[in-house]
């Protein structure tokens, strides 16, 4: 810019290096023989500076550093912050402060002692890192680049400033202590002086008692607030949290036992194992860019930790997504989770909220077979987390549609020192595997209590093997075999279809009863291999009986045979009988054969009935609900079940059955139905002196409505 205003040229320089006077303007010198108005599309060629001109008019002067100002002169210096050199205070209207990023006039710092901003420019490392300090603010101790810091960032600084603030005062408060006297008023040190302490040591016996409780709880707030922010934000106040309670001491000369949170040793690390556990998720869920995830590593790194945090220490060496060992893993291409580096061995070994964010952010991305061979890999410290997680293998492959795969892993032990996870799985579990070895289908959601709609992702198991694994997932959990819930579900679904109501219902099938040839052909050689499953680990089921036509029936059988084996040895740590006779649903040929089958042990039978009036009288009106939804043919077909029984105590069954509808037929609309069908089944039949009283005063009672 030159002298006259009427002469001045404003170029941007594109190179920052070869310009003198910094990065905003470019002088150039003015013409000899300015160009006037009327020949303004004259060329002038300078042929020094290899310039062409082909136009210029009075120059406008645009917002720039004070050291690139061509109105005054600019004085550059290193570090300069006692007074304003030379004539660095004057500006002119267009004047930015370089460290405020404003107009100088509105600095107010620009000739303030010790601060002096009119002396910055861009070529001294103080004034920039002055700079960088007053833009990034707190965030320049994360190291982080003004191109880094965007708004969730500033929040997070800003958040975290007022935090620091603040927390100086509940630890300045900490620091002065409870001063609190003695319980006892005689003086030890002078025991001879009596009772009362002594003048000269009274103020020897007041003790100061510091209780970090109140620093605990602010900072437990500001954790909470952390929680509640976006991922970037959260992260800046946790690392920030981190770093202030890490320099927190313990004034006190003695060690006082106050307990947590009163005691800093014991909640400075308690709050800790919060931040890092949260720092952890977020390192693994969120997707930070990775400079910003490296530099909140290297942040952590660098905190010097006291004693009582040394556990802390590499707490968040997180392995990134893209690390070579994880890579191969979730790949498939390393199954062991191990490698060799340098000669040395090296895991994939990884914290227990590391891998649980990993199997988080995995099933929310559907990848189940790299969930699988991730927790396959994977080590631990905390072996009872980890199985827990592990426990969900056979889940997993369930949802990718390895339903052979899923069965297997149930059974099979994941090591040599371990159980297998057979041994854990609850009733409810238990019943959601059945239903998708049997459908092919699988819930929606990524666990088993998902009340969503179950899609189909497979094929399904084929019947005999979903009954020789199911009938070795019973044998060898005995929670599992004593529970009626699991003996039920296992009859249930055989008596389904392959396919699955939406809703993940089974829609029951009605099976033919097969030929008695068949069934006595069944029996006889259910007990074998009814003993094989609880002994031996691969056992063949005969394929000319369960794969045959009739397959389904045959399965059905041989859980009719292991439910009578069941009674016979743990009847007496059964909760209930109605639970799996109900299961049965239009298959009393099924029911009537494990009645019977019942009817060779005396004391059996007793039990087992016995089980049922109590569990009818209990449910009166919920059973009565049941048979009225039915409607008269299920409860047909059941009074005539019971009743025709050739043994009197199961007579008694029925006989309680028609109690409670009596007691209820005004809520029956289908009375008269079922009188026709009782009048064509039961008729003709001997029932007994009784029964057959209590069913003719039944059936005169339906023959009037």
């Not at 982080?144 to 603030?165: M, N, P, Q, W």
């Not at 009674?567 to 009393?588: H, K, M, V």
Request: hydrophobic share 40%; with cysteine.
């Amino acid at each position: 810019m030159g002298n006259s205003e009427e002469e001045s040229v404003i170029v941007i320089s594109d190179d920052e290096a070869e310009s003198p006077l910094g990065n905003s303007v470019l002088l150039v010198e003015p013409l000899q023989n300015p160009i006037q108005e009327e020949k303004k599309t004259e060329e002038v060629v300078d042929e020094e500076c290899e310039l062409v001109v082909t136009f210029c008019k009075q120059g406008k002067v645009m917002p720039h550093a004070r050291y690139d100002c061509m109105t005054h002169t600019f004085e550059r210096a290193e570090c300069e912050t006692c007074s304003p050199l030379e004539n660095n205070a004057n500006i002119c209207d267009q004047c930015y402060c370089y460290i405020c990023d404003k107009l100088a006039s509105e600095c107010q710092d620009w000739t303030a002692p010790s601060l002096c901003h009119c002396n910055a420019h861009n070529k001294s490392t103080f004034w920039k890192d002055q700079r960088g300090l007053a833009l990034a603010g707190v965030l320049v101790m994360f190291n982080l680049e003004l191109t880094d810091i965007d708004a969730d960032l500033r929040l997070g600084g800003s958040l975290l400033i007022k935090f620091v603030h603040e927390l100086s005062v509940e630890y300045n408060k900490y620091l002065a202590g409870e001063r609190m006297s003695p319980n006892s008023s005689e003086c030890f040190c002078h025991p001879k002086r009596g009772p009362g302490q002594c003048n000269i040591c009274r103020q020897c016996h007041i003790e100061v008692i510091y209780r970090y409780s109140g620093v605990f709880e602010f900072v437990t707030t500001f954790l909470n607030q952390a929680e509640k922010e976006n991922p970037k934000a959260a992260a800046i106040m946790l690392l920030g949290a981190a770093k202030e309670i890490t320099l927190h001491k313990d004034p006190a000369q003695n060690l006082q036992n106050l307990g947590h949170p009163a005691s800093l040793r014991l909640a400075v690390p308690h709050l800790m194992e919060r931040i890092t556990t949260q720092l952890q998720r977020m390192l693994v869920l969120c997707d930070f860019p990775k400079v910003l995830y490296e530099k909140f590593i290297s942040f952590f790194q660098a905190l010097i930790l006291p004693c009582h945090c040394y556990a802390f220490s590499n707490s968040l060496n997180v392995v990134p997504w893209d690390h070579g060992l994880l890579t191969t893993v979730l790949k498939g291409q390393n199954i062991t989770g191990q490698r060799t580096q340098k000669g040395k061995k090296v895991f994939l070994w990884e914290v227990l909220p590391v891998i649980q964010a990993r199997v988080e952010k995995m099933e929310n991305q559907r990848h189940y077979k790299e969930i699988v061979r991730y927790l396959k890999a994977v080590k631990c410290n905390d072996t009872h987390g980890l199985r827990k997680l592990r426990d969900k293998i056979p889940f997993y492959l369930c949802k990718s549609g390895d339903f052979v795969s899923a069965v297997c892993s149930l059974l099979l032990p994941f090591n040599n020192l371990a159980c297998c996870t057979a041994c854990r799985i609850t009733p409810f579990q238990f019943e959601i595997y059945l239903k998708m070895f049997r459908t092919g289908s699988v819930p929606s959601g990524n666990s088993f209590h998902d009340t969503g709609e179950w899609t189909s992702v497979g094929s399904p198991l084929k019947n005999s093997v979903l009954i020789k694994h199911a009938l070795r997932l019973l044998y060898c959990n005995l929670s599992l075999y004593r529970n009626p819930k699991c003996w039920s579900s296992l009859i249930m679904v055989l008596g389904s279809s392959t396919t699955l109501q939406k809703s993940g219902h089974l829609n029951a099938v009605s099976l033919k009863e097969p030929p008695h040839d068949f069934q006595q052909m069944v029996l006889s050689i259910s007990l074998a291999l009814l003993n094989e499953l609880k002994t031996k680990i691969n056992v063949s089921l005969l394929p000319e009986v369960f794969s045959a036509p009739l397959q389904l029936e045959a399965c059905l059988i041989l859980t009719v045979q292991a439910v009578q084996q069941m009674l016979l040895s743990d009847l007496q740590y059964l909760s209930s009988f109605l639970e799996i006779t109900l299961a049965f649903g239009n298959n009393f040929w099924a029911l009537r054969l494990l009645l019977n089958g019942l009817c060779c042990e005396e004391h059996i039978l007793h039990g087992a009935i016995n089980l049922l009036l109590r569990d009818l009288n209990f449910q009166k009106m919920t059973m009565f609900n049941l048979w009225k939804k039915l409607g008269p043919q299920y409860v047909g077909e059941l009074l005539c079940l019971y009743l025709t029984c050739r043994h009197k105590k199961m007579q008694s069954i029925g006989i309680l059955i028609i109690h409670i509808i009596t007691q209820n037929l005004y809520m029956c609309p289908w009375a008269k139905h079922l009188w026709s069908f009782l009048n064509t089944g039961l008729r003709r039949l001997p029932l007994g002196t009784t029964t057959d009283h209590e069913v003719a005063k039944f059936m005169a009672i339906l023959e009037k409505m």
